[in-house]
């Protein structure tokens, strides 16, 4: 057994991810109101990130279950002992990643969002999955909460926040991913930046899609 698939995890998951297929951002009148073109415009910008998410703070947003599975797998499967999360939301992907360390006997997880009530409900499901003691929550805009007290070394980076900031919270990671670190970023179709930058070898990494909607990549050097 694994700390994913056994108790009180896997029915935790299971529990969080109906919840996640049962809600939508077509329920909140601010997104309903939206263009297609509006949406995917504001999915894209540097400057209006904090608003869009605001509107969508009661919704989990959450990984799918296959890139879920994906994260425990590619975190255990490196003996990943450090990982550093740009978006938690309710914590869904956190707790994939934080089963991996515990698996792995041990290590940090530190995480950052800047919604406060999802920073709570995060807490909590990790408590209720017995994971909280390997995750540090930072609370507040990424830029800041993950430009300084970093580990040295980290093996794994997952970037699942404001697509359009994927270049920058990758450069202020960068220098401390391990060789072999493996990046995965949900969404990153919204960010042209983001696939321009891994994809090109000069840059140092391997990266490939994966999936229906995950960029997986490996710092080559
Ligand atoms: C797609 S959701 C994350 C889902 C989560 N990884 C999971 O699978 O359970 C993106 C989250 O990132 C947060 N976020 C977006 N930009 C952020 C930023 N610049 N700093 C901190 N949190 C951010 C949003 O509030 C939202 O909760």
Known sequence: ???????????????????????????????????????????????????????????????????????????????????????????????????ALRDNGGGRLITTEFEPTKVMRARGNLVAGGLADLVEIREGDALQTLATDLPECIDLLLLDGAKALYPEILHLLENRLRPGAYIVADNADYSPEYLAYVRAPANGYLSTPFGEDVELSMRAR
Do not use: N, W
């Open 1 to 99: 057994m694994t700390t994913l698939t056994d108790t009180p995890l896997a029915p935790l998951l299971d529990r969080l991810f109906d919840e996640a297929d049962s809600t939508s951002a077509a329920v909140i009148p601010a997104m309903a109101e939206l263009s297609s073109e509006e949406r995917s415009r504001l999915m894209q910008s540097k400057t209006d990130y904090r608003a869009f998410y605001g509107h969508l703070k009661d919704l989990p947003l959450a990984v799918s279950r296959e890139t879920g599975l994906l994260l425990y797998m590619l975190a255990r499967g490196s003996h990943a002992q450090t990982i550093v999360e740009f978006g938690t939301s309710f914590g869904i992907s956190t707790l994939h990643l934080a089963a």
